[in-house]
C-alpha cells in the first residue's frame, strides 16, 4: 500500500531531483495514512534517504542497469509497485524519468499525470495541480486509475527534510530484453548543467559573438551556475544546441535565472518561466523580457556583467 | 519503409491562453492553431526520408474536424495521406489507443512522434504507443537514420547525449535536432493546391477510455512589476538577490 518513489542517483550519488521526490511522497503518504518505499539503482550508500521521510528502499545492484534503459527500469518499477502492493508511484521530471514513465503507466495501467506542482489537493478523487500550455496555465487533473502515476515538476514541490530511518532491503527484478542499447554517451563532465542548476546564467544575440562568452562563463562561474543561451544564439552556431533553453529547447525551473542580451521572445519566456526568480540585464528598455522579470538592469552587458561579477566575487567572500 | 507522423493541433505559441465555461474548457477563440512545433521537426526529418529512401509518409491526428486544416498543411508540407481519428483527444493513454489501432491498421514501420505538445505538455503519447506495440522507443530524439531494419538514434539526456543502436518497428518522441529550424518548410502554392487532392480519411475511434480528467483550468497569478536597478549600482541588484529573493 505504500507510495513507491524512483529516488535517481549518478555515480552512485542520489540527485537533488531524487530527494525533492521523495519529499514528495512522502506528503502523499501522510495524506493517505502510510508509508514511503523508494527505489534506488545502483546508489551506494542509501541512508540518507531516511533524512527525507523514505521508511523502506528497495535496493537494486546489478550491471545490466547501468546504462539508462526505459523499458528495463520501467520493469524495475514494475515489479517494486506489485510487490509494494503500491497505489501512487511518483517519478521526476528529469530526461531519464519522462522516458521511463509513459511506459511505465502502460505496464502498471496506471493513469499518468506529468508536470505536477503541488501535493495532491484530495487523494480521492485522487487530484494533483499540473503545469500545461508551457507554464502559461495550471490544470487540476484527477487521476482515475486504482494506481496513480505521478511525474513531479523540477524545483516546485522542494526538499523537505523529514527525519525517519529508512530500513534497507535487496531487491532483484528480472530484466526484460533490451532492444534498445546505448553505443556511446557525450556528457559534460565537471560543468553544472541546466537540469540539475539551482541557477542559470544565459546569453542572447546581444552579446554580439560567441568570442563574448567569457563574461557568461565568468558569472556562472562565481554563482555555481549553469549556461544557456537563447535560439537564435543556438541557431547561429555560436553555442552547442545542448545549451538552448527555451519552448523548443530545454525547460528551465531554476530558482535564479539571469538573462543577458535576450529580448525575451515569448517562445524563450515560456520554456524559462518555471524558474523562481528572473533578471535580465537589456540595453532595450522596452524588451519584452522587462515584463517577465522580477529584477532589472537597463544597461549595456559589457559594462553590467563585469561589475556584477566583481560584485559577487565580494559578496562571495564576505560569506 | 512506411512512417507515420502524429501531428498535434496546438494553439501558436503567441496565443493568449484564457479558459471559458468556469474555467473548465481552453478558450479557442481567435486562437491561431498550428502544426505542434516538436511534430513539425519529425515531419520535416520524414520528408528526408520519402526523398531520400522512398519512404511514404501518412500524418494522423487524434481530435475533430476542427484540426482538418492543421492536417492539411501537413500534406501540402508533403505528406501523402492524412487520417483524422474523429473523436475528441481526453488524455495521453487515451491518444495512444487510438493511434495505436491506426498503426496496426496502416502496417507502420516507424512512429515520429513530438516529444510533447505544447499545449497540455503531457509528453507521454510517444512512449504510451511504444509499449502499446510493443516497439522500441527513443525519446527527446535528436537524430534518427535508418538502414534497412536498423536505427541509430542519438537521444538528448541531461548535461549531453546518447547514442543507441535499435530496429524497426521503432516509435520516437522527437524534437529539435531531427532536423533545424532552418529545414522547416513552408507550403508553396504547388503543395497547397496538391494537398486539396491528397486523401485525408476520417476514421470512426475505438472509444478507448481516458484515464485522467483534467476538470479545471487555472492561470498563474499576475506578476508584480520589475524592479529596475540602477546600471551604476550593480551592488544593489547583488544585495536585492540576496536579501530580497533569497536565491544566492
Not at chain 2, 491518444?95 to 495505436?100: C, P, Q, R, S
Not at chain 2, 522500441?136 to 537514420?145: A, G, M, T
Request: negative net charge; charged residues 20%; glycine residues 8%.
Amino acid at each position: 500500500m505504500s507510495v513507491l518513489v524512483y529516488t535517481e542517483s549518478d555515480k552512485g550519488t542520489f540527485k537533488k531531483i531524487a530527494l525533492e521526490a521523495a519529499s514528495y511522497a512522502k506528503a502523499i503518504a501522510d495524506k493517505m495514512g502510510t508509508t514511503v518505499t523508494a527505489v534506488t539503482v545502483n546508489a551506494d550508500d542509501t541512508s540518507v534517504l531516511g533524512n527525507y521521510g523514505v521508511d523502506k528502499v528497495l535496493k537494486v545492484n546489478d550491471s545490466n542497469l547501468d546504462a539508462f534503459n526505459a523499458k528495463s527500469y520501467a520493469s524495475v518499477m514494475q515489479q517494486a509497485a506489485e510487490k509494494e502492493g503500491a497505489k501512487v508511484v511518483v517519478v521526476s521530471s528529469s530526461a531519464d524519468s519522462k522516458y521511463m514513465a509513459p511506459v511505465l503507466a502502460v505496464n502498471l495501467n496506471a493513469g499518468y499525470a506529468s508536470n505536477v506542482v503541488e501535493a495532491p489537493s484530495n487523494t480521492s478523487p485522487f487530484t494533483v495541480k499540473r503545469n500545461v500550455f508551457t507554464n502559461k496555465a495550471f490544470a487540476n487533473t484527477t487521476i482515475d486509475t486504482d494506481v496513480k502515476l505521478v511525474g513531479l515538476s523540477k524545483n516546485a514541490f522542494g526538499v523537505v527534510e523529514n527525519s525517519a530511518s529508512a530500513t534497507e532491503e535487496a531487491f532483484s527484478p528480472s530484466l526484460p530484453e533490451s532492444t534498445v542499447n546505448v553505443e556511446s554517451v557525450d556528457k559534460v563532465t565537471g560543468k553544472v548543467t541546466i537540469a540539475d542548476a539551482e541557477i542559470v546564467v544565459s546569453g542572447g544575440r546581444g552579446l554580439k559573438g560567441p568570442e563574448n562568452w567569457g563574461m557568461i562563463e565568468d558569472l556562472a562561474d562565481v554563482l555555481g551556475a549553469a549556461t544557456a543561451c537563447s535560439k537564435p544564439v543556438s541557431d547561429l552556431g555560436w553555442r552547442p544546441h545542448s545549451e538552448h533553453v527555451g519552448q523548443t529547447g530545454k525547460p528551465v525551473a531554476s530558482n535564479l535565472y539571469i538573462a543577458v542580451g535576450i529580448s525575451g521572445a515569448i517562445q524563450h519566456l515560456a520554456g524559462i518561466n518555471a524558474s523562481k526568480v528572473k533578471v535580465v540585464i537589456n540595453t532595450d528598455p522596452e524588451a519584452p523580457f522587462f515584463k517577465a522579470a522580477d529584477y532589472g538592469i537597463v544597461g549595456d552587458a559589457f559594462e553590467v556583467v563585469p561589475k556584477l561579477i566583481e560584485e559577487l566575487k565580494t559578496f562571495k567572500a564576505q560569506q | 519503409m512506411k512512417i507515420l507522423v502524429c501531428i498535434s493541433h496546438v494553439p501558436d505559441t503567441t496565443s493568449k491562453i484564457n479558459f471559458t465555461d468556469g474555467d473548465t474548457k481552453f478558450d479557442t477563440n481567435g486562437v491561431q492553431f498550428v502544426i505542434n512545433p516538436n511534430d513539425e521537426f519529425g515531419l520535416t526529418r520524414a520528408m528526408w526520408f520519402k526523398e531520400k529512401q522512398g519512404a511514404s509518409v501518412d500524418v494522423v491526428n487524434v481530435g475533430g474536424a476542427e484540426t482538418e486544416p492543421t492536417l492539411r498543411k501537413a500534406l501540402a508540407i508533403g505528406a501523402d495521406t492524412a487520417t483524422r481519428v474523429n473523436t475528441e483527444a481526453k488524455d495521453g493513454m487515451q491518444v495512444a489507443k487510438e493511434l495505436a489501432k491506426v498503426v496496426q491498421d496502416g502496417g507502420y514501420d516507424l512512429v515520429i512522434a513530438g516529444r510533447e505538445s505544447i499545449d497540455y505538455n503531457g509528453g507521454m503519447v510517444p512512449g504510451m504507443l511504444a509499449t502499446l506495440l510493443d516497439a522500441n522507443f527513443v525519446n527527446n530524439c535528436i537524430s534518427l537514420e535508418v538502414d534497412g531494419t536498423s536505427a541509430k538514434a542519438v537521444r538528448e539526456i541531461d548535461g549531453g547525449k546518447e547514442s543507441v543502436s535499435t530496429s524497426l518497428p521503432l516509435v520516437i518522441g522527437g524534437q529539435k535536432g531531427l532536423v533545424e529550424e532552418s529545414d522547416l518548410r513552408i507550403p508553396n502554392m504547388r503543395g497547397i493546391m496538391m494537398a486539396r487532392k491528397k486523401p485525408l480519411n476520417v476514421v470512426e475511434p475505438t472509444n478507448a477510455s481516458a484515464e485522467t480528467t483534467s476538470a479545471s483550468f487555472e492561470k498563474p497569478a499576475p506578476k508584480g512589476d520589475v524592479k529596475l536597478v540602477d546600471a551604476d549600482n550593480v551592488g544593489e541588484l547583488v544585495n536585492l538577490l540576496h536579501n530580497e529573493a533569497k536565491v544566492i
